[in-house]
C-alpha cells in the first residue's frame, strides 16, 4: 500500500495535460465493439477502470490492439460478442460494470461480472432492476444488489422505465440493453444527468428521440464504426483548476477539455464563488464540446449548492469540498445523498479527513457544512481506497503549514496515471 507526502509549495505554474475523459472512454470503447467495423480512439483514458472495460471487451472476443495514446477496435456488431471463458473482472469500476451488464443482458450466452472490494459492495439493484423489468436474467448477492453479477443473456422487450434517482449509468445501462431489445425502450430521470451517451448514439448514427429528460430508443438497428477523439475528462482536471484558484500566484493552462454541459458543474460553482477561470479555443470533437481552461489565482467566497446543481458536480464534490475550506465564509450542500454509495462514502470520508487539517466541516444526512477561512494544517490522511479522496486531499495538502502524508494512494491509479508527477511539474515550473 503505497501513500503520497504533500510538502506546502507553490505556485502552481505552467501547462498540464490530463488523461482522456473516463466517462467518455468506456463508451467509446463499448459502443466501437458493436459497430460494424474498425474504430480508432484516440486520446483514451489509459487508468485502470478503462483498461478493465478494454479487458473485458477483449474476453468477450473483440480484437483491440493497444498503443500509448489510441487504441485500434476491430467492432463485430450488436450479435458479435462471445461467451468470456472466465469472469469480467471490472476492477473498481461502477461504469464499466453496469454498462457491460446492459449490453450482457441481451446477448445468448452466459457471463459473471465482478469487481475489487469497493465495487462489490457498491448498489447494482439500480440497473438490475430496470433491466429484467425488460425480461433480463441476472443474479447477484443480496437479491442482486450486489455483485458478482451473474447474467444469462435472453431475448430483451423494451420497456418505459421511470428511474427515481438521475444516473448516467443507470440510463446508460438501459439504453445500451434497448440496442437488443425488441421493440422500443424509454428511460426518464427526474433530472438529466450526463449525455454522453446520447451524444455518442448521435455520433455513431444511431437514432433516438428525447423529450424533456426522457430518452427513446428502438432496438436492432445495426451502426458503422467510426473514428473518436476523446477529450480531456474535467473530473480530472478539477483538482488543478482548483488547485491553481487556491495557491496564491499560479496559473495554469489545461488544453483539450471537454466542456459537456451536464459535466461544467464545477466550472460554474467555481466562478460563482469568485475563480478565474478563462475558455480558450472552443470547439467540437466526436460529438463533444471541448476548450481550453487558463486558471489564475483569485479570492473565493462560500455559497450554497442545492440538489439541482448536483448532477453536473456529483464526481467533482471531493475537491470541490476543498475548495470550500479554502473560501471566506459558509458553504452548504444539500440533496447530494447520492455521494454516500460512490467508490466511498464521500460525504463521510471528506469531512473525517478535512477535520484532521483543521477544517470546520459538518455532514448532513444529504450534503454538509463547511465554514471557510482557516488556516489548514499539515496531517496524517486516508483515501479510503478512493481516487477522488486521495487527490483531493492532495490539493488541500499545497496550503497546509506542514507536510500532509495520504495513505492507500494506489488508488488514483484508477483514473489518473502519473497525477503525483505532474503536480511536481506544475510545482517545478514556478520555481
Known amino acids: 500500500m503505497s501513500s503520497l507526502t504533500i510538502t506546502p509549495k507553490g505556485p502552481l505554474r505552467g501547462t498540464v495535460h490530463v488523461p482522456g475523459d473516463k466517462s467518455i472512454t468506456h463508451r467509446a470503447l463499448i459502443l466501437s465493439a458493436l459497430a460494424e467495423g474498425d474504430s480508432t480512439i484516440r486520446g483514451y483514458c489509459r487508468g485502470e477502470d478503462c483498461l478493465h472495460t478494454l479487458s473485458a471487451l477483449?474476453?468477450?472476443?473483440?480484437?483491440?490492439?493497444?498503443?500509448?495514446?489510441?487504441?485500434?477496435?476491430?467492432?463485430?456488431?450488436?450479435?458479435?460478442?462471445?461467451?468470456?471463458?472466465?469472469?469480467?473482472?471490472?476492477?473498481?469500476?461502477?461504469?464499466?460494470?453496469?454498462?457491460?451488464?446492459?449490453?450482457?443482458?441481451?446477448?445468448?450466452?452466459?457471463?459473471?461480472?465482478?469487481?475489487?472490494?469497493?465495487?462489490?459492495?457498491?448498489?447494482?439493484?439500480?440497473?438490475?432492476?430496470?433491466?429484467?423489468?425488460?425480461?433480463?436474467?441476472?443474479?447477484?448477492?443480496?437479491?442482486?444488489?450486489?455483485?458478482?453479477?451473474?447474467?444469462?443473456?435472453?431475448?430483451?422487450?423494451?420497456?418505459?422505465?421511470?428511474?427515481?434517482?438521475?444516473?448516467?449509468?443507470?440510463?446508460?445501462?438501459?439504453?445500451?440493453a434497448g440496442l437488443f431489445a425488441e421493440g422500443e425502450t424509454r428511460f426518464s430521470e427526474p433530472l438529466q444527468s450526463r449525455d454522453h451517451t446520447e451524444r455518442m448514439f448521435r455520433f455513431f448514427g444511431i437514432?433516438?428521440?428525447?423529450?424533456?429528460?426522457?430518452?427513446?430508443?428502438?432496438?436492432?438497428?445495426?451502426?458503422?464504426?467510426?473514428?473518436?477523439?476523446?477529450?480531456?475528462?474535467?473530473?480530472?482536471?478539477?483538482?488543478?483548476?482548483?488547485?491553481?484558484?487556491?495557491?496564491?500566484?499560479?496559473?495554469?493552462?489545461?488544453?483539450?477539455?471537454?466542456?459537456?454541459?451536464?459535466?461544467?458543474?464545477?466550472?460554474?460553482?467555481?466562478?460563482?464563488?469568485?475563480?478565474?477561470?478563462?475558455?480558450?479555443?472552443?470547439?467540437?470533437?466526436?460529438?463533444?464540446?471541448?476548450?481550453?481552461?487558463?486558471?489564475?489565482?483569485?479570492?473565493?467566497?462560500?455559497?450554497?449548492?442545492?440538489?439541482?446543481?448536483?448532477?453536473?458536480?456529483?464526481?467533482?464534490?471531493?475537491?470541490?469540498?476543498?475548495?470550500a475550506a479554502l473560501a471566506q465564509g459558509k458553504t452548504t450542500v444539500t440533496g447530494a445523498e447520492e455521494l454516500r454509495v460512490k467508490e466511498t462514502d464521500r460525504i463521510q470520508a471528506m469531512a473525517t479527513e478535512l477535520k484532521k487539517l483543521n477544517v470546520a466541516i459538518e455532514e448532513t444526512p444529504d450534503g454538509f457544512v463547511v465554514q471557510g477561512g482557516s488556516s489548514l494544517q499539515g496531517g496524517h490522511c486516508q483515501s479510503y481506497g478512493d481516487h477522488r479522496v486521495a487527490m483531493a486531499m492532495a490539493i488541500a495538502g499545497l496550503t497546509a503549514e506542514s507536510p500532509t502524508v495520504i495513505d492507500d494512494t494506489d488508488c488514483i491509479e484508477t483514473s489518473f496515471p502519473g497525477f503525483h508527477g505532474k503536480l511536481l511539474e506544475l510545482l517545478t515550473n514556478s520555481n
Open 207 to 323: 437514432p433516438f428521440d428525447v423529450e424533456g429528460n426522457s430518452i427513446r430508443v428502438t432496438g436492432g438497428q445495426s451502426f458503422q464504426a467510426k473514428d473518436l477523439f476523446v477529450p480531456g475528462d474535467l473530473s480530472a482536471a478539477a483538482f488543478f483548476i482548483v488547485g491553481a484558484s487556491i495557491v496564491p500566484d499560479s496559473e495554469v493552462r489545461i488544453p483539450n477539455i471537454g466542456l459537456n454541459p451536464a459535466r461544467t458543474g464545477i466550472l460554474d460553482i467555481l466562478t460563482e464563488m469568485g475563480a478565474n477561470i478563462q475558455i480558450d479555443n472552443q470547439r467540437d470533437e466526436s460529438g463533444e464540446p471541448v476548450g481550453d481552461l487558463v486558471i489564475r489565482t483569485a479570492p473565493l467566497h462560500g455559497i450554497a449548492i442545492g440538489a439541482s446543481q448536483v448532477p453536473t458536480t456529483i464526481d467533482e464534490f471531493p475537491i470541490f469540498c476543498v475548495a
Open 58 to 176: 477483449q474476453k468477450l472476443g473483440i480484437p483491440i490492439e493497444i498503443e500509448p495514446d489510441q487504441v485500434h477496435v476491430s467492432g463485430k456488431g450488436l450479435w458479435g460478442l462471445t461467451e468470456p471463458a472466465e469472469p469480467l473482472d471490472c476492477g473498481n469500476s461502477g461504469t464499466g460494470l453496469r454498462l457491460l451488464t446492459g449490453v450482457l443482458a441481451g446477448q445468448q450466452f452466459f457471463t459473471v461480472l465482478t469487481g475489487d472490494a469497493s465495487l462489490r459492495s457498491r448498489p447494482m439493484g439500480r440497473i438490475v432492476t430496470p433491466l429484467q423489468l425488460m425480461g433480463a436474467h441476472i443474479q447477484g448477492r443480496k437479491g442482486g444488489n450486489l455483485a458478482p453479477l451473474a447474467v444469462t443473456g435472453s431475448r430483451l422487450k423494451g420497456s418505459d422505465y421511470v428511474s427515481p434517482v438521475s444516473s448516467a449509468q443507470i440510463k446508460s445501462a438501459v439504453l445500451l
